[in-house]
């Protein structure tokens, strides 16, 4: 893995209300023990400095030791997750996560960040653009504002004016074998079946967290 740098950071978006859910953080669901939120940074630990969360309240977080940030254009849903991590980054790309995506992958989220073909580096999975688990430059900052101005919040609808670089489904394949890279936790039945997956992956970010714990770095 390529250390941290101050190339890159990166923004986990904790903000969203979770109606299905019953309105519980999703961030903070557990799958084998660990929050999600705590699988998320053993991941992201590996090649992004500094990590920081987008979310209203910053309470739930603070055990966590990593800054909190409100959106600075309220009520915009996950587009106005996405401005706010590229605005709040002091780093001119930003990797942007959703906070309920619990199987995100270290190896995957590298080699994402080793392209530099656009203002926003994207997958494409067989499902469609994944813009919840992108990296975004602070050239997108204005058009996105400019949408989230006009009230158009679809955050799958990228901005105008900026260079895109996809990835597809034929080079994600390699990284997801089991089509688990970008399943989130929306429905009691999303956080059901996840639980099931998690024992099934051999080696997960919960080994990285327990040594993390164990010496003293989380």
Do not use: W
Request: glycine residues 10%; hydrophobic residues 40%.
């Amino acid at each position: 893995m390529v250390p941290p740098s101050r190339e890159l950071s990166a923004a986990i978006l904790a903000g969203g209300a979770a109606r299905r859910l019953g309105g519980v953080r999703k961030a903070l669901l557990t799958l084998d023990g660990v929050p999600i939120v705590e699988r998320q940074l053993a991941e992201l630990r590996t090649l992004a400095d500094p990590i920081f969360i987008v979310a209203p309240d910053p309470g739930p977080f603070g055990y966590l030791g990593l800054r909190v940030v409100p959106d600075r254009i309220p009520g915009c849903g996950a587009l106005g997750g996405v401005y706010t991590a590229i605005v709040e980054s002091p780093c001119d790309r930003v990797l942007v996560v959703a906070c309920d995506m619990p199987f995100l992958d270290a190896e995957f989220l590298e080699y994402l960040a080793n392209h530099h073909g656009g203002d926003i580096v994207i997958p494409r999975s067989r499902r469609g653009l994944e813009p919840l688990c992108a990296i975004y430059t602070r050239r997108c900052a204005e058009p996105i504002r400019a949408r989230l101005e006009r009230g158009a919040l679809e955050a799958s609808v990228l901005p105008a004016a900026v260079a895109v670089e996809e990835i597809g489904p034929e080079s994600l394949a390699a990284y997801d074998p089991d089509g688990l890279l970008f399943a989130n936790v929306n429905t009691p039945h999303d956080y059901d079946r996840a639980r099931e997956r998690v024992d099934t992956l051999g080696k997960t970010a919960r080994d990285r967290i327990m040594d993390a714990r164990r010496f003293g770095h989380s």
